[in-house]
């Protein structure tokens, strides 16, 4: 089956930093790869995703990179603010299976 | 429209006692996940239904774990003879058909075994 490895599992950043998470997948027919993020207390909330059809997306400060040669893909966040403070779980999905496979998620605290 | 509702948000139950959780989806949504949070862990996979299909079971850890999902509406997340390592945050989550698309996922019910 599918097997995702994110890291760093915590990420400490200053306010206008950028940060970066970095996610291993390793079925090679994964093709849907969404990233959710998860404030202390709350539930999960998708943030960006990407299909394998499509190398990168962004979406304001939020970002998206997948290499299908290396089978991984990446989340970047530009100018951090404290709100960015969260969870993060990334996840990958193969079009033969309606079952996602998470990563065990990056604590992202953005100091002010 | 409403998002996925979840109830209790909080239960606390004694060792070996049967706990229901409860999941209202988003209307039209034919997918629907159960998830398990243990605490500053990641989601770790229960249960998935799709339409009238059987659900995919693969996720349950132990037979003590059922589900039930009517008119492929709402879904009962059922815990038997519960055990301490039972506790953790119950996530559902929807989506809709002909994915894959993004889920859609309730506040979640705590549930504490003492």
């Known amino acids: 089956g599918e097997n995702v490895e994110q890291h760093p599992s915590t990420l400490s950043v200053q306010e206008g930093d950028s940060a970066v998470i970095k996610c291993t997948y390793s079925d090679s027919a994964s093709n849907y790869f969404p990233w959710y993020k998860q404030e202390l207390g709350k539930r999960p909330q998708l943030i960006i995703d990407?299909?394998?059809?499509?190398g990168e997306k962004k979406d304001q400060r939020i970002a998206v990179t997948l290499n299908k040669t290396a089978k991984h893909f990446s989340l970047h966040i530009t100018e951090t603010q404290p709100e960015d403070s969260a969870v993060y779980f990334c996840?990958?999905?193969?079009?033969?299976?309606?079952?996602?496979?998470f990563g065990r998620g990056t604590s992202l605290i953005v100091h002010p | 429209g409403a998002g996925v509702s979840q109830s209790p948000s909080n239960k606390v139950t004694e060792k070996g006692k049967d706990v229901e959780l409860r999941c209202d989806p988003i209307s039209g949504h034919t997918a629907l996940y159960w998830y398990r949070q243990s605490l500053g862990q990641g989601l770790e996979f229960l249960i998935y239904?799709?339409?009238?299909?059987?659900?995919?079971k693969s996720g349950l850890p132990s037979d003590r774990f059922s589900a039930e999902r009517t008119g492929g509406s709402v879904s009962t997340l059922t815990i038997q003879r519960t055990q301490q390592e039972d506790s953790a945050v119950y996530l559902c989550?929807?989506?809709?058909?002909?994915?894959?698309?993004?889920?859609?996922f309730g506040p979640g019910t705590r549930l504490t075994v003492t």
């Open positions: 989550a929807t989506e809709r058909a002909g994915g894959p698309y993004e889920q859609y």
């Open positions: 239904f799709q339409g009238n299909s059987a659900p995919d």
């Open positions: 990407i299909r394998s059809n499509v």
């Open positions: 996840a990958a999905r193969s079009g033969g299976s309606y079952i996602p496979t």
